[in-house]
């Protein structure tokens, strides 16, 4: 993982054009290993979904309903702690090089406590079995499941903290390789542990979440041994540039970093509400509304990198005292993300037959699907340009209207709208599933506007 330090230029030269591509290829460089990292961890889910799959249908039900209930609250501490991320990279602009540690402490502390209400959040969720209707075989499963998972809690959001040094200082390629170490030890302890192959205990779903937490923990410690006996991050050892902690530096990423996880968590919950508003009109349309949510996130993996990627060199050229730079960047990125929107909608209006298929054989689900396909391919080009924009907008710092922004626009709109859209005559008569990706447009729509007009303020 080691890698030669090259200083990402700050004011590149020549005409604005040669400026623009300068930048853009710095994003991605950048980008690249981010989005490699962002899918390895998508496969992780993958993995257990096909895995408990074929062991049974339970099995599969408890994952699916254990990986709901922790996703949404690991993407808000990821959220928190990814304040440390713009505000590193802003230090190393600036040349403040003594103070990436203190943060990075900083943001260890606030991981700490993340890592106890995570883990407590979850097993607590006992109770919410009986309300989610499920049979005890299943509930006994998924509560094991979380148990289990919880095991690996600390090293996932410590490697999410010492996620913030490393893309900091934009050695974005050190979690891309600890994101696919993590995969690589899941994928055969899955299968040790639900098969009970190798004298292994047959756990079945619960062995998803060992296996899980065995690897994330295994990850962490990896990610550890590099940062502390690397050449490079010698400059940077843990251990030897211990800091107290100081409330006023966890104030200032908090006061980053919780709109971040907030707008996070806005977003997902806005979608497993969706799923569960259309659960009365039947398991074919719910399964096919899974299938393209699935395909969408997939897709979306890329502007989300590159918004990740973005938000690192704002603020690494704001703090570096080129501020016409950063403007440049934040607003030819939205042409570059308008062109991704221009390849996904074809690759997904066109494809959408082939792509329903590799999810399923069953022609009503099928039919479904590629319907809402044609929504979700419209619904590329306000998604993309939506998170290009707040990606930028986090880049300044500024999260705190962004965040007002999101509640708006999707629980403000998206989702009332979506309601009356799919199962009233209101406005036009009943639209069914086709109801919310029409919402979804429209929400996402709002939100790109007002998030890009905020950006030109900057």
């Given amino acids: 993982m080691d890698e030669h330090h090259q200083p990402l230029p700050t004011r590149p030269s020549g005409g604005r054009v040669a400026q623009i591509l300068t930048e853009w290829k710095t994003l991605a460089l950048l980008g690249g290993p981010i989005l490699v990292a962002q899918l390895a961890q998508m496969a992780n889910g993958l993995i257990d979904t096909i895995m408990a799959g074929h062991y049974s249908a339970e099995d599969l039900a408890a994952v699916g309903i254990g990986s709901s209930l922790w996703m949404p609250l690991l993407l808000f501490f990821y959220g928190v702690l990814s304040a440390q991320q713009p505000t590193i990279s802003g230090h190393r602009g600036a040349g403040q090089q003594d103070q990436i540690m203190p943060v990075t402490w900083q943001g260890l502390y606030i991981a700490l406590v993340s ?41 996932l959001l410590l490697i999410t903290s010492l996620r913030g040094l490393t893309d900091g200082l934009g050695h974005t390629r050190v979690i891309m390789v600890i994101s696919l170490i993590s995969t690589l030890i899941n994928l055969p302890l899955n299968y040790i542990l639900i098969y009970g192959k190798l004298g292994a205990p047959e756990l079945g779903g619960v062995g998803c979440g060992w296996a899980t937490a065995i690897s994330n923990t295994a990850a962490a410690l990896v990610m550890l041994g590099y940062l502390n006996f690397s050449r490079y991050y010698r400059a940077y050892h843990l251990l030897a540039d211990w800091v107290a902690p100081s409330w006023r530096r966890i104030r200032s990423l908090l ?9 996070m968590f806005v977003e997902v919950s806005m979608f497993g509400v969706i799923a569960l508003f259309l659960a ?42 080129t501020p016409g730079t950063a403007r440049l960047l934040a607003r030819s990125t939205l042409l570059l993300g308008l062109t ?3 390849i996904h909608m074809p690759i997904v209006l066109l494809g959408r037959h082939l792509l329903v298929s590799l999810y399923t054989s069953d022609s009503e689900v099928i039919a479904v699907a590629t319907q ?9 080009l306000a998604d993309i340009l939506q998170v290009t924009a707040i990606s930028a907008l986090r ?12 509640l708006l626009s999707f629980w403000g709109i998206c989702l009332p709208l979506g309601y009356v859209l799919t199962f009233t005559d209101w406005l036009v008569p009943a639209q069914g599933a086709d109801g919310f ?8 729509s709002c939100a790109a506007a007002m998030l890009i007009t905020r950006l030109w303020r900057f």
Avoid: C
Wanted: hydrophobic share 60%; no cysteine; net charge neutral.
């Fill in 115 to 155: 890592m106890v209400l995570m883990a407590g959040l979850l097993l607590s969720a006992g109770p919410l079995m009986p309300l989610l209707g499920l049979d005890e075989v299943t509930s006994a499963v998924t509560q094991g499941y979380l148990q289990a998972f919880v095991w690996g809690v600390p090293g």
């Fill in 255 to 263: 006061k980053l970093g919780l709109p971040i996880g907030a707008s």
């Fill in 280 to 321: 009365p009109l039947g398991a074919i349309v719910v399964a096919g509304h899974q299938i393209v949510l699935n395909i969408t996130s997939v897709l979306f993996m890329v502007p989300l990198s590159l918004g990740m990627a973005l938000t690192l060199r704002v603020s690494f050229l704001v703090g570096a005292g």
């Fill in 340 to 342: 991704i929107a221009l």
């Fill in 372 to 380: 809402l396909l044609v929504f979700a391919a419209i619904f590329q």
């Fill in 395 to 406: 880049g300044y710092k500024d999260t705190r209207l962004p965040l007002l922004i999101m």
């Fill in 437 to 444: 990706w029409l919402a979804l447009i429209v929400g996402l």
